[in-house]
């Protein structure tokens, strides 16, 4: 038969495992709250406000809890406008939300709003929580599903498996598309100056990163298979992949910006001398912004149609031609886990890696908006 597994056996497994984590949507109640300010002698008060975030478990703090939280200190009385409710990851909303707004976004969690106010930011927030709350309980099927081996099973692709595939390539390559003038404008920036790390005020930065300790498990894992084999567990790591996926190909001009950026180096050791900006360079970042929030739909697609296949492979390995899922037990051990056991023979394991220097774009505009 062409299709899937039979949708009764499909339904009763959804029905169990929703059944199951029922009350964990009940549980996941948060709330985004827009906070503005008044000041209480008349002043006039900037055209700000603040997008920020309210779990549901939050030890039963609420958007009032954080009002008075800010208050404090602030001679202007601090209003909350608006709430959204949401049954979705509130961070994740929260998250989504600045991407969008990102060219408003003064900093941290202060927007800038216009003529109409706050209220097409808050229909924003709605729209966005009506496409996560309706991943709700896909998320929970393939959190279910993720816990378990797959089958080993191909299925055979229908016309809406097919449908759904060609939607997800064309999802990907305008998120492609995308992410390439992203990626130019901050090369760009990156390259402004030829020779030096250079900080540009208000648009981007560099920032010395912390060496990491790294853990050799290959070489522990041959040389103590015992202790490997005591020691280790068995974990299920999903991986999850697109067939006849698209493949994103340089530009020169990239390749140019990329090689020109290898030379670079610090003026003074950890000095990066911030240097001002210009028209030229406030039109590359506008350029970097446009794209961020461009990007913000396209990525939230490409997650709700591949939820779709994810749901759809259900226990099984993949889907012929459109996607795998696969899912299998291997032995890991963790350096912690090893340390417990014994640290003396842990250290011949880890290492510090090098220090890392990290380039960075502002996704906000602390300047003034043109």
Same mark, same amino acid.
């Given at each position: @038969?062409d299709?899937?597994?039979?949708r009764k ?7 169990? $495992? ?8 009940n549980?996941n ?5 827009f @906070? ?5 002698? &008349?002043?006039?008060?900037?055209p700000?406000v603040?997008i920020?975030?309210?779990k549901?478990n939050?030890?039963g !703090? ?13 001679p %202007?009385?601090?209003?909350i ?8 990851q509130?961070?994740?909303?929260e998250?989504?939300v600045?991407q969008?707004?990102?060219k408003?976004?003064i ?21 966005? *929580?009506?496409?996560?709350? &309706?991943?709700i309980?896909?998320?929970?099927? $393939? ?5 378990i081996?797959? *089958?080993?099973e191909e ?6 498996v ?10 990907k390559?305008?998120?492609i ?12 920036? %990156?390259?402004?100056d030829k ?12 920032e010395?990163i912390k ?8 070489n ?6 015992? $202790? ?10 999903? /991986?999850?992949t ?7 190909k ?12 290898e ?5 003074k ?13 406030? =039109?590359?970042?506008?350029?970097w ?11 939230l697609?490409?997650k709700l ?8 492979? &259900?226990?099984n390995q &993949?889907?012929?031609? $459109?996607?795998?899922?696969? !899912? ?10 090893l340390?417990?056991?014994?640290p003396?023979?842990a ?12 380039? =960075?774009v /502002? ?7 043109d």
């Amino acid at each position: @038969m062409d299709g899937y597994r039979p949708r009764k056996t499909l339904k009763k497994k959804t029905t169990l $495992i929703l059944e199951i984590n029922k009350n964990h949507i009940n549980e996941n109640i948060g709330f985004i709250y827009f @906070m503005t300010e008044r000041d209480l002698f &008349g002043y006039p008060c900037g055209p700000y406000v603040k997008i920020g975030l309210v779990k549901g478990n939050d030890d039963g !703090r609420s958007s009032f809890e954080r009002r008075k939280e800010h208050q404090t200190g602030n001679p %202007r009385e601090i209003i909350i406008e608006a709430e959204v409710e949401t049954h979705a990851q509130v961070s994740t909303l929260e998250s989504l939300v600045h991407q969008r707004l990102a060219k408003y976004r003064i900093h941290g969690e202060w927007f800038n709003y216009g003529e109409d106010g706050i209220q097409p930011y808050v229909e924003l927030t709605k729209i966005i *929580n009506e496409d996560l709350e &309706g991943q709700i309980k896909d998320n929970l099927l $393939i959190n279910q599903f993720a816990l378990i081996e797959d *089958n080993g099973e191909e299925l055979k692709p229908s016309y809406e498996v097919k449908d759904i595939h060609h939607e997800l390539l064309e999802t990907k390559q305008s998120i492609i598309k995308i992410k390439n003038e992203k990626d130019l404008a901050k090369l760009k920036l %990156r390259s402004f100056d030829k020779s030096f790390y250079r900080d540009i005020e208000g648009i981007c930065f560099y920032e010395k990163i912390k060496p990491q300790e790294k853990f050799d498990k290959v070489n522990f894992e041959k040389d103590h298979p015992d $202790i490997f084999e005591e020691l280790s567990v068995k974990v299920i790591t999903p /991986n999850f992949t697109i067939k006849k996926d698209l493949k994103n190909k340089k530009s020169e001009e990239v390749k140019k910006l990329e090689e020109l950026i290898e030379g670079q180096k610090f003026i003074k050791e950890d000095s990066y001398n911030s240097i001002n900006r210009n028209k030229d360079l406030i =039109k590359l970042h506008s350029k970097w912004l446009d794209a961020h929030v461009e990007l913000q739909p396209f990525e939230l697609k490409k997650k709700l149609l591949e939820n779709k296949l994810k749901v759809l492979v &259900g226990e099984n390995q &993949g889907i012929k031609d $459109i996607c795998s899922w696969k !899912r299998k037990k291997k032995k890991q051990i963790t350096k912690n886990t090893l340390l417990k056991f014994d640290p003396e023979l842990a250290k011949n394991y880890i290492s510090i890696g090098e220090p890392q220097i990290r380039f =960075k774009v /502002n996704d906000f505009r602390p300047y003034h908006f043109d």
